[in-house]
């Protein structure tokens, strides 16, 4: 199997104790309520886990994350608790619009930045560093990560790509990949990542190419049939809550079933997600 090793190791360095306090934060006054699980995973990456008052319900890591005090979500927000904790910032995404304009109204300053690309998660790093007075750690959690993707880039590029045979000879051409993102127990209900997607930039980054090419829907629901008509060669299955179920079930399709939180939180732990991308088409 085709290993990133070397992305492991800094991954692992990078984000082992993200959890704990690291540095002296000169704005440790400051009163912080993450409104995404994204956010709350970067604002404990730049050492800011004490200025965290609040956190959305779906925060699941760090694991201290999950002990703050929750504010609900971005479709059932509380905001007796919000205004409880007195936050001098709330952070989250920019797609919280609702959020954004009732904390407007209640004079609560609103943070929002975007989590659908590898590109705006760094942006947001350093947006949301210079906003809470973390602008060093943000500058290096931002080099740290790019390094990661132009690492996972050149050692996705020295894999072999798949064999097909072609008129009596064997071609090698890119693996096609379908990640799907939903499902139903039976698999007669899919929904999948589509064109300009987090996971589309994932598949790419990672040599691969995505076999949902035709959709106007970013996330389109598909059939057996349209599984059929898409035959990939490989089928990643972002599945946080697998209960019984197993790659064994995609067959005759090649399945790696991903169970990781991170892998449907874009966030700062997206390097790890890359590693199992090539690690997946790879194989």
């Known amino acids: 199997m085709f290993r990133l090793t070397v992305i492991s190791v800094t991954l692992t360095l990078l984000l082992t104790g993200c959890?704990?306090?690291r540095v002296q934060n000169p704005h440790q006054g400051l009163r912080i309520?993450?409104?995404a699980p994204?956010?709350?995973?970067i604002l404990y990456a730049l050492g800011l886990s004490n200025s965290v008052v609040g956190v959305s319900h779906y925060a699941v890591y760090p694991p201290d994350a999950a002990q703050k005090p929750s504010v609900g979500g971005t479709y059932d927000p509380n905001w007796e608790m919000i205004v409880a904790l007195q936050p001098?910032?709330?952070v989250g995404l920019?797609?919280?619009k609702d959020i954004q304009a009732q904390l407007k109204a209640l004079g609560i300053p609103f943070l929002g930045v975007a989590h659908e690309h590898i590109s705006e998660i760094l942006q947001s790093i350093l947006t949301i560093g210079k906003a809470c007075g973390a602008?060093?750690?943000?500058?290096q959690l931002f080099q740290s990560l790019e390094n990661n993707v132009g690492q996972a880039s050149s050692l996705s590029a020295q894999a072999k790509p798949t064999n097909r045979k072609q008129a009596g000879s064997l071609s090698y051409v890119k693996s096609k990949v379908l990640v799907c993102v939903g499902h139903d127990e039976s698999l007669s209900r899919m929904y999948v990542a589509g064109k300009g997607t987090f996971y589309d930039e994932l598949i790419e980054q990672t040599g691969g190419i995505n076999a949902c090419s035709e959709s106007g829907s970013r996330y389109p629901?598909?059939?057996p049939e349209g599984l059929t008509t898409m035959h990939p060669d490989v089928v990643i299955d972002i599945l946080p809550n697998p209960g019984h179920f197993t790659s064994n079930d995609w067959k005759p399709y090649r399945a790696v079933v991903i169970t990781n939180?991170?892998?449907s939180i874009p966030g700062p732990r997206f390097g790890l997600l890359l590693q199992d991308f090539i690690n997946a088409i790879h194989e």
Do not use: F, H, P
């Not at 994204?38 to 995973?41: G, I, K, L, Q």
């Open 19 to 21: 959890g704990e306090q």
């Open 33 to 35: 309520v993450a409104m």
């Open 38 to 41: 994204n956010t709350t995973e």
């Open 88 to 90: 001098d910032l709330v």
């Open 94 to 96: 920019d797609s919280q």
């Open 135 to 139: 602008e060093a750690e943000a500058r």
């Open 221 to 223: 629901e598909i059939s």
């Open 261 to 263: 939180d991170y892998a």
